[in-house]
């Protein structure tokens, strides 16, 4: 798993869905309320966030798209 100090300031990839009504991000894999209160979350709970998201890449066997940003 990535340090927390490697982490970008969000995992928003530009690619979201759930404006268009996905429950689920079909870009960084985050749920509409996730996205929607990012900026609310306590480091703490955006950790956890974080924590799944980085398993549910690994568990894709992919990069997670974040760590793609600008290449």
Known sequence: ??????RPDTPCVAVCSTGMGDDVCKGCQRTMLEVAHWVML????KEVVWLRLEQYWADQGKTPPWLKRGK
């Open 42 to 45: 306590s480091d703490a709970e």
């Open 1 to 6: 798993m990535m340090q927390s100090s490697e």
